[in-house]
């Protein structure tokens, strides 16, 4: 008799890139908030990490809690940009260690 785990086994990947994600978000927020500009700390504060309709965590607030996360992040005609969300994911994807992958 063959007993099909098929929908066992989705449930339990998915939970395990759930962690993984999660993890990595908490790292990524970290890495961005270190780099982030700080005039007023408003930009700093509203970096943070929140889950989507679809179950995807995404950095918050960049855009919407400050509204010009943009601004630093690419540069304006009259401003050098200040890169902090890209390197900071770059650090952040240098540092993550999934448990059990080597």
């Known amino acids: 008799m063959i007993i099909d785990r098929t929908n066992a086994v989705m449930t ?4 395990w890139a759930d ?11 970290e890495k961005a908030k270190t780099r ?3 005039d007023t700390g408003n930009l700093k504060s509203s970096i943070g990490k ?7 965590f995404v950095a918050t607030g960049v ?7 943009a601004y630093p992040e690419m ?3 009259k401003m050098q940009a200040q890169p902090f969300l890209a390197p900071g994911f770059e ?5 993550f260690k999934p448990e059990g992958i080597n």
């Open 91 to 95: 650090e952040a994807r240098k540092d």
């Open 12 to 15: 339990q990947l998915k939970g």
């Open 36 to 38: 982030a500009p700080v």
């Open 50 to 56: 929140d889950k989507d309709a679809e179950g995807v």
């Open 75 to 77: 540069g304006t005609s």
């Open 63 to 69: 855009q919407g809690d400050c509204g010009y996360g």
């Open 19 to 29: 962690d993984g994600l999660d993890a990595f978000a908490d790292i990524f927020v």
